[in-house]
């Protein structure tokens, strides 16, 4: 098999999963979408070495993590709004309403903080691993937890109990 059709079929394989990670991050599937777009971009240029990764899935969840951080720090996310209609439900046989309450809490988290909660809670990554990915101290990790998780509650106000399988680990 070819370098191309190695990229391909794991690209076509993994862009459900790395749309599930970006739309938490973003809160709207257009932008999750051009993440993981940018996200794959990059990982063709290095796929030569990139294949050879250990853990080729935390190596692209890695690079769509950096694209996604240093797109808040462009400006491009506060130069430029999509609209779309609602998004489908990522919450499967779960309260909407609850759902909604959440994204949209978690669309007020601070972009650091949003994407350690995404990592621990949404990922189900350790604290090491999540410090791995983000190139961090496992300390930074957990305040950006805690930081995060105060966040939401505080948004949430009485509605705290949605929350209670995102207690810190």
Same mark, same amino acid.
């Given at each position: ?6 990229? /391909?079929?794991? !690209? ?22 051009? $993440? !993981?777009? /940018? &996200? ?19 190596? *692209? ?5 950096? *694209?996604?951080?240093?797109?808040? #720090?462009?400006?491009?996310?506060? #130069?430029?709004?999509?609209?779309? /209609? ?15 309450? $959440?994204?949209? &809490? ?8 949003? *994407? ?12 090491? @691993?999540?410090? #791995? ?7 930074? *990790?957990?305040? @950006? /937890?805690?930081?995060?998780?105060? &966040?939401? #509650? ?16």
């Amino acid at each position: 098999m070819s370098l191309d059709e190695e990229y /391909t079929a794991y !690209v076509s394989g993994r862009l459900p999963w790395l749309r599930r990670i970006a739309y938490p991050l973003c809160q709207d599937w257009h932008r999750a979408d051009d $993440l !993981v777009q /940018t &996200a794959i971009t990059r990982l063709y240029v290095k796929w030569r070495h990139a294949r050879l990764a250990d853990d080729l899935d935390a190596y *692209v969840r890695v690079i769509l993590i950096r *694209v996604f951080l240093a797109e808040q #720090r462009g400006g491009w996310f506060s #130069r430029v709004r999509l609209t779309s /209609t609602p998004p489908h439900s990522s919450f499967e046989g779960s309260d909407r309403d609850m759902a909604m309450d $959440l994204r949209r &809490a978690l669309a007020g988290v601070p972009p650091r903080q949003r *994407v350690t909660l995404v990592l621990r809670f949404h990922c189900d990554l350790s604290v090491e @691993q999540t410090a #791995r990915t983000l190139g961090c101290s496992t300390g930074t *990790v957990k305040s @950006q /937890t805690a930081r995060g998780l105060a &966040a939401l #509650r505080s948004t949430l106000g009485a509605q705290d109990s949605c929350l209670p399988h995102m207690e810190e680990r």
